[in-house]
């Protein structure tokens, strides 16, 4: 790969202080140990550019991709750095439990968040993994060499720290992150479906009701609604329209077969310290053609469902 020197030239650089709202279980090679590194950052930010850029044609979309992240061909038109990680410390404490509900067809109660982080908690064990917790702070610089996609990549940037996380199970709102700054995002939800995630006429964003002295209490909240309205769907013990929501669901005996939820929980932390819960519903057309139409109908349900536990933001 060539390399030009004159690529530094007007350079521009923008930074943005970042706090981590919700304990971030982002690991490396070793995904027991955490981890905060540039790649998994700028693999985000690509996943929120594609949701958001607002361009219909998957190969145009591409085309504008290529110029903007690189390639193995091409050059990045910016690059990234964490400033601050000798601040963060990670740790491996259990979590509070967030709200108890009783277990479809158990006897057995269990906490919300408990409930949210399936995968990265052991019923037994407890969190055996290593996690950045809440109120970690750091710095993301960026320095950019063309200055045509600045304005583009920012505003994927903002989406992301809206919308997103890192790490594991950030659509069940781990790893969120907010601005330590006040700032203005103009995300527009409108478009065609798309079939990848991505912002279109369809998508809908649930905020919470209540505004909380603590990340646990927002994330209940939110994490309560997700579930009573994803059950709302059918009655116990049947998984047949769940399952078109999400996979692998463990109880239907499903884990070979994978498609994420297009429903993302995040919470937010205002101004005020105060922390607020939200659901993005990101819809795509489903991988299986023959059930799309029934895919959108479980999710116009559970969205009914949403719309009455939580506030539609218009």
């Not at 478009?191 to 912002?199: E, H, M, N, P, V």
């Not at 927002?218 to 059918?234: F, H, N």
Request: with cysteine; net charge positive; hydrophobic share 35%.
């Amino acid at each position: 790969m060539t390399f030009y020197i004159s690529r530094y030239k007007n350079m521009d650089s923008v930074e943005f202080d970042l706090e981590i709202v919700t304990p971030m279980f982002l690991g490396g090679a070793n995904t027991t140990d955490a981890e905060l590194r540039v790649p998994s950052i700028k693999g985000m930010l690509r996943f929120w550019w594609r949701a958001t850029c607002g361009i219909e044609s998957i190969k145009e979309m591409k085309k504008e991709e290529t110029k903007i992240f690189g390639s193995t061909d091409q050059k990045a038109c910016f690059s990234m750095k964490i400033e601050g990680l000798n601040n963060i410390k990670a740790i491996n404490n259990n979590l509070l439990s967030g709200k108890k509900f009783q277990v479809e067809g158990k006897t057995l109660r269990i906490g919300i968040i408990d409930y949210l982080a399936f995968g990265i908690r052991n019923s037994k064990k407890g969190y055996t993994r290593q996690y950045f917790p809440a109120g970690s702070k750091f710095k993301i610089k960026f320095n950019f060499y063309n200055m045509d996609y600045k304005q583009s990549v920012v505003k994927a940037f903002y989406s992301f720290i809206d919308n997103g996380g890192l790490g594991a199970k950030t659509r069940n709102g781990f790893g969120s992150l907010c601005f330590r700054e006040n700032y203005k995002n103009n995300m527009q939800i409108k478009g065609d479906l798309q079939k990848y995630s991505a912002l279109s006429h369809n998508s809908k964003l649930f905020n919470g009701l209540n505004k909380y002295n603590r990340w646990e209490d927002a994330l209940s909240e939110i994490g309560m609604a997700y579930k009573d309205a994803r059950l709302s769907v059918e009655k116990k013990h049947v998984y047949d329209k769940r399952l078109l929501i999400a996979k692998p669901i463990v109880q239907a005996g499903n884990s070979k077969e994978r498609h994420a939820k297009p429903y993302f929980l995040h919470i937010k932390k205002h101004t005020n310290g105060k922390f607020q819960g939200q659901i993005l519903f990101m819809p795509y057309k489903y991988y299986q053609i023959e059930k799309h139409n029934e895919y959108i109908q479980v999710c116009q349900k559970v969205n009914e469902k949403l719309s009455e536990l939580l506030k539609v933001q218009t």
